[in-house]
């Protein structure tokens, strides 16, 4: 992607001006991830929180689960694209591409197109749609579809909790004015 990265809409503590906490959290960061995004940099006036952070995805993106890593990572192209989060679309859809090697699957999932998916994936996708438009609207009968397709409860609860929280991450790159990386800072979609 071309063109200049925006600015945050708050203050940055970049990683050569931080210092004490907020340092180890992002050299902790950089070990974890390989990399420090913006998404990261945007909590480093309280540096608590990227700690919670980081262990929240990493427990919810790599951790044990009945989900694939490919069925994550379409649930966080999913939420991302219903809240038009430009920047998790970005990251997670490059991120999606390592275990969907189907490009009409993958531009599927980044336009919505639920029903040129598998039925799992679909499912899911829906699921978490569903769950970020209007999730009062979400009732047991979407669960229990959920089930008819094979998941189980635990592959639910993870859906559900990685829905969540990429309705989160979403709200802060979104309402913070996070921009996306550039090939300068090292980052290639």
Same mark, same amino acid.
């Given at each position: 992607?071309?063109?200049?990265?925006?600015?945050?809409?708050?203050?940055?503590?970049?990683?050569?001006?931080?210092?004490?906490?907020?340092?180890?959290?992002?050299?902790?960061?950089?070990?974890?991830?390989?990399?420090?995004?913006?998404?990261?940099?945007?909590?480093?006036?309280?540096?608590?929180? !990227? &700690? @919670?952070?980081?262990?929240?995805?990493?427990?919810? $993106?790599?951790? +044990?689960?009945?989900?694939?890593? #490919?069925?994550? =990572?379409?649930?966080?192209?999913?939420?991302?694209?219903?809240?038009?989060?430009?920047?998790?679309?970005?990251?997670?859809?490059?991120?999606?591409?390592?275990?969907?090697?189907?490009?009409?699957? !993958? &531009? @599927?999932?980044?336009?919505?197109?639920?029903?040129? $998916?598998?039925? +799992?994936?679909?499912?899911?996708? #829906?699921?978490? =749609?569903?769950?970020?438009?209007?999730?009062?609207?979400?009732?047991?009968?979407?669960?229990?579809?959920?089930?008819?397709?094979?998941?189980?409860?635990?592959?639910?609860?993870?859906?559900?909790?990685? &829905? @969540?929280?990429?309705?989160?991450?979403?709200?802060?790159?979104?309402?913070?004015?996070?921009?996306?990386?550039?090939?300068?800072?090292?980052?290639?979609?």
């Amino acid at each position: 992607m071309s063109g200049e990265r925006t600015r945050a809409w708050i203050r940055v503590i970049e990683p050569e001006e931080a210092e004490g906490d907020l340092k180890a959290v992002y050299e902790a960061t950089v070990g974890k991830r390989g990399a420090l995004a913006a998404v990261h940099k945007i909590h480093s006036l309280h540096p608590e929180t !990227l &700690a @919670a952070h980081m262990a929240l995805y990493m427990e919810l $993106l790599f951790g +044990r689960s009945p989900l694939t890593r #490919r069925e994550r =990572e379409a649930i966080a192209v999913a939420v991302s694209r219903t809240n038009g989060c430009a920047y998790c679309v970005a990251h997670h859809a490059e991120a999606l591409s390592r275990y969907e090697k189907d490009g009409d699957n !993958l &531009a @599927a999932v980044r336009e919505g197109r639920w029903n040129a $998916l598998d039925a +799992r994936t679909a499912r899911l996708c #829906r699921y978490a =749609e569903k769950l970020t438009r209007d999730p009062a609207s979400v009732q047991e009968a979407d669960i229990a579809r959920l089930r008819d397709t094979g998941f189980d409860d635990r592959a639910i609860l993870d859906a559900a909790q990685i &829905a @969540a929280y990429f309705n989160f991450v979403n709200r802060l790159v979104l309402g913070l004015g996070v921009g996306l990386e550039t090939a300068r800072d090292g980052f290639e979609y």
